[in-house]
């Protein structure tokens, strides 16, 4: 799997933060102040324009600094009132029954009054439009002079003034309340996506190390791998030429009388050491193709396929999408060696007429396709252990640098090679490459 470091980093586009705006800051401070502000002015009005007198004033005083001292020592805010139900719910009783002695004794609190309306959704739900109704109540005798004024015919005005202030501010009031908690949900969902894509960057970041981690590992079991092979060959080829060359020399040696068994086992000893020379050309060969010496990886490509097309008649052509940058030299060595194979099973089976290699450089892997439209196959089975050596070579290689192979084949419809390793960047080198095609 390829990693997710750019993939994920588009998948998480959400916002982090969820900061209030000035306004809406703004509007929660004078609400805040608002209760303050009007049973300071509704005193004010109350002790100025009210009636005179110390039996008048008195009550007065003592009434707003209950409200005051009960508003502050007892407030609860709403976004706390489902955890601290109890006090909410004594506060803002005491709070209406503050309400109603203050506009008993003074109509001016009318001003404080309407606090009943803001506070009112620190009552369970099912008891908003008793607090709603009773504010109305208090409203209703401020706006008809003082509750003195409720008798005679005033009495059915008074009671329509409360049916009037019950439906308009009792419907701002929900409405009101309804927004404010919905703009709650929607700070809790923001902060919820907040928190998961900050644990989705970790996890990201988490796998990108681990995948890192794998493709180390693989490639130093891939490094030991090719060890042990180029051990056994070594052995098996060149060891084995070289104790030939020793022994034909030393026969020579015994036959100094007979030259012409002599000159035998030195020319057996030098074709022995021939033989022994091109196997360490082509053992040296296999740890870094040549092309990829002299030239960067899609240069190298282009070059394999000009020279197979002129051995081979077959016209192949190579495309190089995406931006080419530099790969580690194992992924490099494992692309080419690809395209080589997958060439040398074009020439020998496909009989086609036109091949073409794609390479594609992607944030999360480089894919190198290898197409032809020559005879196909039916793709066997790779668990059951039907398929070449060449293509078991190339998947065991893939494997041990986090790579994958993927064929795609039908009898009479060409074979597409699909070939995928991890666009892993070489360290200080995540520029373009210069000479890219």
């Known amino acids: 799997m390829a990693p997710v470091g750019d993939r994920t980093a588009m998948m998480a586009g959400v916002t982090t933060d969820a900061p209030t705006s000035p306004a809406e800051s703004r509007l929660g401070r004078l609400q805040g102040w608002m209760p303050h502000v009007g049973l300071l002015i509704s005193a004010g009005l109350a002790v100025g324009l009210g009636p005179g007198g110390t039996g008048a004033r008195v009550p007065v005083a003592v009434l ?27 506060f803002y009783v005491g709070l209406l029954v503050l309400i109603v002695a203050l506009v008993t004794v003074s109509p001016y609190f009318g001003f404080f009054a309407f606090t009943g309306y803001l506070k009112v959704a620190l009552l369970p739900r099912r008891f908003w439009w008793a607090g709603i109704a009773v504010t109305a109540a208090a409203m209703a005798a401020c706006q008809l002079g003082g509750v003195w004024n409720v008798h005679g015919g005033l009495v059915g005005i008074y009671f329509g003034l409360v049916v009037v202030n019950a439906l308009i501010a009792g419907t701002v009031t929900l409405r009101s309340i309804e927004e404010d908690h919905r703009s709650r949900q929607r700070a809790a969902h923001i902060d919820e996506l907040a928190e998961a894509n900050r644990r989705l960057r970790e996890t990201m970041a988490e796998n990108a190390g681990l995948h890192a981690q794998l493709v180390v590992q693989a490639r130093e079991a891939g490094v030991l791998d090719e060890r042990q092979r180029m051990a056994g060959e070594i052995h098996d080829t060149i060891a084995q030429g070289l104790t030939g060359i020793v022994r034909q020399l030393e026969a020579a040696e015994r036959f100094d009388a007979d030259p012409e068994r002599r000159l035998h086992h030195v020319a057996t000893a030098r074709m022995l050491a021939r033989e022994s020379l091109a196997e360490a050309r082509r053992s040296v060969q296999a740890l870094r193709p040549g092309l990829l010496d002299q030239a960067q990886l899609p240069e190298a ?52 007429s036109r091949v073409g290699l794609t390479l594609s450089y992607t944030h999360e892997v480089v894919l190198l396709d290898v197409l032809d439209d020559g005879v196909g196959f039916e793709p066997p089975d790779e668990a059951a252990g039907g398929e070449s050596y060449g293509l078991t070579a190339m998947r065991q290689r893939l494997r041990q640098v986090g790579g994958s192979l993927a064929i795609e084949s039908a009898p009479g419809e060409g074979t597409a090679l699909s070939i995928s390793v991890p666009a892993l960047r070489v360290p200080g080198a995540d520029g373009p490459l210069e000479n890219a095609p």
């Not at 995406?322 to 089976?349: M, S």
Request: charged share 20%; aromatic share 6%.
């Open 64 to 90: 707003t600094v209950l409200a005051a001292a009960w508003y502050g020592l007892m407030e609860v805010e709403p976004q706390e009132c489902d955890r601290r139900r109890v006090k909410a719910v004594v």
């Open 301 to 352: 490509v282009h070059e394999l396929a000009e020279r197979w097309a002129a051995t081979s008649g077959v016209t192949a052509g190579v495309t190089v999408t995406g931006t080419a940058f530099p790969l580690p030299p194992a992924l490099e060595v494992v692309l080419f060696r690809a395209a080589q194979e997958g060439l040398a099973n074009i020439a020998k089976h496909a009989r086609a």
